[in-house]
């Protein structure tokens, strides 16, 4: 299996955010376990392989062909060592809450410039105790500027009234999401709170749905009228009214509601059965929303992999970062410094203070907000 279908080979984004919502059957055993190593270890292997691909020119199979008689073990050495000098993208931190994973990549270049990272998980499923709903966030400063990511999976259902449970999922996660202060110098911002950051990013399954029947919901997909499908998304309606997300932002949607599919197809679920039972309003349950100054969307879009039920939902954004360092001032004047995050590239803004260097650079974030198939291997 490949990401490629996630992640664009000719992306330049400077860090990847990728959120997932249920690499692991949701059963009694995993909701029992917050961490199952084996699924989260084949998937930071697997954004490994597509962020640092590598493409062999001619030119390396011929010295291959040259090479032919060294030794089996040296050859093995070297070529690893050729893979590892050529990683573009290193791994930052990935986090599992039993099906909810988040995993941050950033540049080479940029890594020596990450700091003060930490990590911050709330369960909000059965009973408000398991971890089968809920979010992962990662906190971290780039230079001076704190970022803060939270991949969610918030309550499902599609009754009248599951959106005020969603509401109060989001309610209890900026409420009891905390970050420890780590670094005590006064002059130095140390985020406790999602909101305290200063570039915040909110990805995943937030499973709001749209207050149409089937039928009603079916008959304006066919008609690709969405404006008036957009006017009875649930997460629209509630941010409008001010009951949740008061204060952040999202991009206009022109892409396909990305939930529910039949499996391996590209037909909503239920629409070829004639049972009321298998049927499932399609929504935009997966969704990318920010919070912050200085943050523009570059682009906002769904991706058509088969992987699961839902389909991919991608966003890519240019992010302001404030660098204060004498020694950088002659390396960002000469050139654009990006970082890129779940979804890319003006030209950095200078201003230049008395006491010291004061730079604005614009940095590109990739996010990937994507319910995933909990067996990969059948997907391999």
């Avoid at 664009?8 to 190593?37: C, K």
């Avoid at 573009?88 to 410039?113: C, D, N, P």
């Avoid at 110098?185 to 406790?192: A, F, G, L, Q, S």
């Avoid at 995050?341 to 030209?347: A, D, F, N, Q």
Wanted: hydrophobic share 35%.
């Amino acid at each position: 299996m490949n990401l490629n279908d996630f992640l664009p080979v000719d992306d330049e984004s400077d860090i990847y955010v990728l959120g997932f919502q249920e690499i692991v059957p949701l059963n009694a055993g995993n909701l029992l376990v917050t961490e199952v190593r084996e699924p989260a270890s084949k998937w930071i292997c697997i954004v490994d392989q597509s962020l640092n691909r590598v493409n062999f020119s001619s030119k390396d199979e011929s010295s291959e062909e040259e090479e032919e008689d060294d030794d089996e073990e040296q050859d093995d050495q070297s070529s690893a060592a050729a893979l590892s000098s050529q990683d573009r993208y290193i791994h930052i931190v990935s986090k599992q809450m039993v099906g909810i994973f988040v995993t941050v990549w950033a540049k080479k270049e940029l890594v020596h410039y990450v700091s003060h990272l930490q990590i911050s998980s709330v369960s909000r499923g059965i009973m408000g105790q398991f971890g089968n709903k809920g979010c992962v966030s990662v906190s971290m400063s780039l230079h001076q500027t704190t970022l803060c990511f939270i991949c969610s999976h918030l309550a499902s259902g599609e009754k009248e009234g599951d959106e005020l449970r969603r509401n109060s999922d989001v309610k209890e996660i900026l409420k009891n999401t905390r970050f420890r202060r780590a670094c005590r110098n006064r002059r130095r911002r140390n985020p406790e709170k999602i909101i305290d950051h200063d570039r915040v990013i909110w990805l995943g399954d937030l499973n709001y749905r749209i207050a149409l029947s089937y039928l009603e919901t079916k008959k304006l997909l066919e008609d690709n009228n969405w404006d008036a499908l957009l006017e009875k998304d649930q997460l629209r309606t509630e941010r409008e009214a001010g009951r949740v997300f008061k204060g952040w932002k999202e991009g206009k949607i022109y892409f396909a509601p990305t939930y529910k599919y039949s499996d391996n197809s590209d037909s909503y679920s239920g629409e070829n059965s004639k049972s009321k039972k298998k049927r499932r309003t399609p929504a935009w349950c997966d969704r990318i929303l920010w919070h912050g100054d200085n943050i523009i969307q570059l682009s906002y879009v769904r991706g058509e992999s088969r992987l699961s039920d839902h389909r991919p939902v991608f966003a890519v954004f240019s992010v302001e970062v404030e660098v204060i360092d004498d020694r950088l001032r002659k390396d960002l004047s000469a050139s654009n410094m990006k970082v890129g995050v779940e979804e890319l590239l003006p030209s950095p803004k200078h201003s230049f203070h008395e006491k010291h260097v004061s730079l604005q650079t614009d940095i590109d974030l990739f996010l990937v907000a994507s319910s995933s198939s909990p067996d990969i291997q059948q997907h391999k």
